[in-house]
């Protein structure tokens, strides 16, 4: 099992554009394979930067949806409103 952490920091006044494209995108994620749960968290101080953080049943299931149609367009969907590009850790225990 991997634990994988996505770093996104959103544009200011683009807030409610990326939390919509982000729920769509966890309801795609639900039905992928070796994805186990998802938790999303917001800095504190710093509310733009947001964090998403994904159990998945192993790297190799991580890897197959990080590469996919589907991740990928909504990454395509999402870069327009980031200040910079989503920084991806892969965790393991």
């Avoid at 554009?17 to 710093?46: N, Q, V, W």
């Avoid at 790297?59 to 999402?78: K, M, P």
């Amino acid at each position: 099992m991997v634990h994988v952490l996505i770093e996104r920091c959103i544009a200011e006044g683009m807030t409610s554009t990326y939390e919509e494209l982000a729920r769509k995108a966890m309801h795609r994620t639900y039905i992928a394979p070796g994805f186990i749960s998802g938790e999303t968290f917001f800095d504190a101080h710093a509310p733009n930067r947001r964090f998403l953080l994904c159990k998945w049943r192993s790297e190799r299931d991580w890897q197959a949806w990080s590469i996919s149609e589907q991740r990928t367009e909504f990454t395509n969907q999402i870069a327009p409103i980031l200040e910079e590009p989503e920084r991806v850790t892969v965790l393991k225990h």
